[in-house]
């Protein structure tokens, strides 16, 4: 067998291999969260805003916010995915986040669900 057609044979094969590669790696490992609900329980007093980070296990995070809600109340995310795994960073303020508003921040592991409830 010539070189050319041994090449011919290889390629095809190292093409698949490395496709089939780069779809398991794009592939989600987890489910995400599709809205986040929040109970006046979890949220500090006097904030009425939030600034949400979520982090893989590995890599860069992601940030959401500012969202504002009424001081007192509960309230719900549903623009920010998350997925199952991911640390969840909750950095609390008055004010609508305004200057000097930082109260507390709050971290999470994302569980496994399509709705997540933080009470």
């Known amino acids: 067998m010539s070189m050319l057609t041994r090449a011919r044979r290889i390629v095809p094969v190292a093409l698949l291999a490395g496709v089939s590669a780069v779809a398991l790696a794009a592939s989600p490992a987890s489910a995400a969260v599709n809205q986040i609900n929040v109970s006046t329980s979890a949220i500090p007093s006097g904030a009425n805003c939030v600034y949400i980070t979520a982090e893989p296990p590995s890599g860069s995070g992601r940030i959401g916010g500012p969202y ?52």
């Open 68 to 119: 504002t809600f009424n001081t007192g109340g509960s309230f719900q995310i549903g623009s920010f995915p998350v997925n199952a795994g991911e640390t969840a960073r909750f950095e609390w303020h008055s004010n609508n986040c305004g200057p000097q508003s930082f109260l507390r921040t709050n971290s999470y592991v994302v569980p496994n669900v399509s709705t997540w409830n933080i009470t």
